[in-house]
């Protein structure tokens, strides 16, 4: 992994102007939605996403809440007009409502598009209301199955009942919810017919994702890997499927459910790359910045941040990171092969 160093250019800091300009990187695709991994930790072990002993950063190298808030501010003050919050499970991290707080300000004082979060939904309940008063409108929250059973053998520690109040408490709030399901043969691809009629019965957006290689796991992912086009083709079967050109500012290609009114998401990282419309970066929480979710190349912004009182040399240093942004990933399951990149998913939340 090759990190940037701007040590040299400590003593040249001067501050910059902010600018609403988006970033552009060499492939002329306009930078403008940052994904935040606040931490690296879960109260769930998902199975295809993480093994069951795993080891987490220590909490010393985390940037702190003010830290992150003030990385998130540089990458909005250049542009960037969408902020997702990951983990890991973001809920988990001490005092996280704090920097949920102080990025909402970006969205009342319409700096920011969008504040959104992906999340377990455990931690919901507690949580739902309080991100509704932060200006959070939407949310997205990863649901495999709708058993119980096969719910607590996939997360390995997760409560789905508490999965479903956590739900029902975003909605209460006025948060609108989309599921994520990783589509994955012999578990819970014969499930999603239902699972599909579910969520547009509760007026939710479900999108199905293939599970992507990245990181050392307890399983053979080739087992259970299974095509979105395999899976469309299944479904085109029993439902109506029409594309439409509805888009959210992240990777899935929609389409419309005549049968249920509802839009069903397709993020196709194996079959069908969606590089060419790439316009994300994401942020780790130790101040590394990924410019592929794919790749490891990487930029250190930790230096810079603690570099400087002003954003001078982050602001160098983001702009020259997104001048490394490569045109795409090589992602490849293949049962004799190693993960594309080592880093676990939970590392830059997806």
């Known amino acids: 992994m090759k990190l940037n160093s701007f040590a040299g250019t400590m003593d040249k800091a001067q501050a910059l102007p902010q600018s609403d300009a988006p970033m552009v990187d060499p492939f002329g695709r306009a930078v403008t939605y ?181 990181g050392e796991i307890d399983e053979d992912r080739t087992e259970h890997y299974l095509p979105l086009s395999e899976m469309r083709q299944r479904l085109g079967e029993e439902f109506t499927l029409t594309d439409i050109d509805y888009r959210t500012g992240g990777p899935a290609r929609y389409v419309r459910v005549a049968e249920t009114g509802g839009r069903l998401g397709l993020i196709t990282p194996m079959t069908h790359n969606f590089c060419e419309s790439c316009n994300r970066v994401r942020l780790t929480c130790t101040g590394t910045l990924y410019m592929c979710l794919g790749q490891n190349d990487a930029a250190d912004l930790r230096l810079p941040l603690r570099a400087s009182e002003d954003d001078a040399l982050l602001s160098q240093a983001i702009d020259e990171a997104i001048t490394r942004k490569p045109k795409g990933h090589d992602f490849i399951i293949d049962r004799n092969r190693r993960p594309a990149v080592a880093r676990h998913m939970s590392v830059t939340g997806g």
């Open 34 to 214: 940052l994904r935040v991994s606040v931490t690296d930790r879960c109260d769930f072990r998902c199975t295809y996403c993480m093994a069951e002993n795993m080891t987490f950063l220590p909490k010393k190298d985390l940037l702190s809440l003010e830290e992150l808030n003030r990385l998130c501010s540089a990458f909005i003050y250049k542009g960037v007009r969408k902020l997702r919050l990951t983990g890991g499970e973001p809920l988990v991290r001490k005092n996280i409502m704090f920097l949920v707080r102080e990025l909402g300000r970006h969205v009342e004082a319409g700096r920011l598009d969008e504040l959104t979060l992906t999340t377990n939904g455990s931690q919901l309940s507690r949580h739902a209301a309080e991100l509704a008063d932060c200006g959070v409108r939407r949310i997205n929250v990863s649901l495999d199955t709708l058993d119980p059973d096969k719910f607590r053998a996939i997360t390995r520690w997760g409560d789905l009942q508490k999965v479903l109040e956590g739900i029902d408490a975003a909605q209460a709030a006025g948060i609108k919810v989309k599921l994520n399901a990783v589509a994955l043969k012999d578990f819970n691809d014969r499930e999603i017919p239902a699972m599909l009629r579910w969520a547009h019965g509760r007026g939710m957006d479900l999108t199905l994702i293939e599970t992507m290689p990245m």
